[in-house]
């Protein structure tokens, strides 16, 4: 027999949006904790992160995890270790889950570059030059839907990459937790599977064509 979970999320395409949100947001509400902030400092050296870049885009091996040195190995260093409760915690609205300084830059953090940084992170995970995530094979063949979207990298199964996985998914979430929406550049079917629903044929389709007309 099926689950109720499995049920429901069988029948999430008929219901209204407004009772998903609801019980999106009762799940939010019955997991904050109550710690006001991450209480985190993070250092961020633009210039590393600069040149990082330039040599990814030169040297493919360069942009291997623990090699590439971008924004978000460097946020990963600092904020990598933390317990997961942290990334729930509560905020008012002057307030920003970790405080950030550019090295060698002036600037205090009121939370512009809080948000900045925030961004640059998730940009960051989405680019040719680190590959943790990689483009899709509609992306790289240029043909089918979602061409702009990544994947998780299979080739990325070392302890230290397995941690940044679950540190991009802790920021995930912080995202949605505090309406800090990000550039998550992921299909559809990685969200399906996060929420342990099943694929289907088309999901494979809508970020590997090649393959789905492989298997028909």
């Known amino acids: 027999t099926y ?8 029948l999430a395409h008929v219901v209204f949006t407004d009772s998903k949100q609801g019980v999106l947001q009762n799940a939010l509400d ?3 904790h109550e710690q006001s902030g991450m209480g985190v400092r993070m250092e961020i050296d633009n210039v590393v992160a600069f040149q990082a ?5 030169r040297e493919p091996a360069a942009r291997a995890p623990g090699v590439y040195q971008g924004l978000f190995p460097q946020a990963f260093k600092t904020m990598g270790h933390l317990p997961a409760h942290l990334f729930r915690s ?6 920003c889950l ?12 009121a939370g512009g570059l809080y948000r900045d940084c ?8 989405f680019s040719p030059c680190f590959d943790l995530f990689v483009l899709c094979a509609n992306g790289r063949d240029k043909r089918g839907t979602n061409m702009d979207k990544y994947v998780p990298n299979p080739r990325r199964t070392s302890p230290e ?3 940044m996985f679950e540190f991009a998914g802790r920021l995930m979430g912080a995202t949605l937790r505090h309406r800090a929406y990000q550039p998550f550049d992921l299909p559809p079917v990685v969200w399906k599977l996060i ?22």
Request: charged share 35%; aromatic share 8%.
């Open 3 to 10: 689950s109720l979970g499995y049920k429901l999320r069988a």
């Open 30 to 32: 019955s997991t904050w």
């Open 53 to 57: 870049r330039e040599r990814a885009l």
């Open 90 to 95: 509560r905020l008012t609205s002057s307030e």
């Open 98 to 109: 970790f405080q950030v300084e550019y090295k060698g830059e002036r600037g205090i953090d």
């Open 118 to 125: 925030f961004t640059r992170m998730v940009e960051d995970l």
């Open 161 to 163: 990459s397995l941690a």
């Open 195 to 216: 929420l342990e629903d099943a694929p289907t044929p088309a999901d494979l389709a809508s970020f590997d064509l090649a393959a789905s007309e492989r298997l028909d």
